[in-house]
């Protein structure tokens, strides 16, 4: 499933991929739903295109509120870079 994921962020079609990641945010809003994938969507802090990039910052900062275990304190540094 993680994989699959990370499959439709990084799809060459940006508009079904900022969709997904549109979806991804919202439910982050209401649900931990999305916690458990919060390395792999760090993983692509460093991604070649700047779309996919953008997209995990956000969801990453959405997931933040959900983050007990401080994974984003961990890469706080990378992510204000």
């Known amino acids: 499933m993680k994989q699959d994921v990370l499959e439709k962020l990084t799809s060459k079609d940006d508009q079904t991929a900022c969709a997904y990641a ?3 945010i919202s439910e982050s809003r209401e649900s931990n739903a999305w916690y458990d994938c919060f390395e792999e969507f760090a993983s692509l802090m460093d991604h ?18 959900w983050d007990d275990d401080n994974k984003f304190e961990r890469i706080l540094p990378a992510y204000l870079s």
Do not use: E, M, Q, T
């Open 22 to 24: 549109g979806s991804i």
């Open 48 to 65: 070649r295109n700047s779309f996919v990039r953008n997209r995990v910052l956000y969801i990453l900062a959405a997931l933040a509120r």
